[in-house]
C-alpha cells in the first residue's frame, strides 16, 4: 500500500482497477453458482438470478472502461503501459478499441443503465404492452415470504427478460433467442475476459 500511495493518483487507477476486478470476479462466481442451483426452493429463481448477476458483471465492465479511457487520454497515464509487456499492451490496445464499438454504448451502457441499476419507464411500459398483445392469458407466479429466497414476482422477470432481450440485445421477433444471446453473450464474455486479464496484469507489472 505504501509502493501505491507514492503516487496518489496513478495509485487511484491502480485501485479502481482492483475494484472492478474484485465486483466482475464476485458477481461471475455468484453467477455461477445459482446456474448451478437446483434445491427445490430455488429452482424456479435460478435463471433470474443468474441473468442478473450477469447483467451486473456488464454494468461493471461499463464503468471500468472509462478507466481504460481516462488512462488512454492521459499521456502521462500511458507512459505506464508503455511500461508493461506486449501482451498487456495489446489487451489495452483491444479495451480502446471496444471503446469506440456501438456495442458500448448500445449494449453495454443500456445494460447498465437501463437493467442492473435502473428501471426504464418507457422500455418497460412498451415491452408490457407488446407481450400482452403478443402472448394473451399470459399468468406469472408471486411468492411472498419471510425470507429473502421465498420472494419472487415472474410478471416483472418476463418483462425484464423481454426488454433485455428486445429492446437492448435486438434479437428481432421470430429469431432463436437463444442462439443470437448466446452470441452477444460470448463476445461481451470476451470483452470482460480481456479486461481482467489486462488488469491483473497491469497491477501486478506496477505493484510487485
Known amino acids: 500500500m505504501d509502493k501505491i500511495g507514492r503516487d ?3 495509485g487511484s487507477v491502480l485501485l479502481r482497477l482492483m475494484m472492478v476486478v474484485n465486483d466482475c470476479a464476485i458477481a461471475g462466481e455468484t ?3 445459482w446456474k448451478s442451483e437446483d434445491s427445490e426452493l430455488r429452482r424456479k429463481k435460478r435463471e433470474e438470478a443468474f441473468k442478473y448477476f450477469v447483467e451486473l458483471q456488464i454494468a461493471h465492465i461499463y464503468e ?3 478507466i481504460i479511457r481516462e488512462i488512454a487520454g492521459g499521456p502521462r497515464l500511458m507512459v505506464f503501459v508503455d511500461q ?3 501482451r498487456t499492451r495489446e489487451e489495452f490496445a483491444q479495451l480502446v478499441a471496444f471503446l469506440e464499438d456501438p456495442k458500448y454504448e448500445k449494449i453495454v451502457g443500456r445494460v447498465r443503465n437501463n437493467l442492473a441499476f435502473h428501471y426504464d419507464a418507457k422500455l418497460v411500459e412498451r415491452s408490457l404492452v407488446k407481450l400482452v398483445q403478443t ?3 399470459t399468468t406469472g407466479a408471486i411468492s411472498m415470504g419471510s425470507k429473502p429466497f421465498d420472494w419472487m414476482f415472474e410478471p416483472g422477470a418476463f418483462v425484464n427478460e423481454r426488454v433485455a432481450v428486445r429492446d437492448i440485445f435486438g434479437v428481432p421477433d421470430g429469431a432463436n433467442i437463444i442462439e443470437e444471446t448466446d452470441k452477444l453473450m460470448v463476445e461481451l464474455q ?3 475476459n480481456i479486461y481482467m486479464q489486462f488488469a491483473g496484469n497491469f497491477v501486478w507489472k506496477h505493484t510487485s
Request: aromatic share 12%; net charge negative.
Open 8 to 10: 496518489p493518483e496513478f
Open 31 to 33: 453467477a455461477e453458482m
Open 64 to 66: 471500468g472502461l472509462k
Open 84 to 86: 508493461c509487456d506486449r
Open 135 to 137: 402472448y394473451m392469458g
Open 190 to 192: 470476451a470483452v470482460l
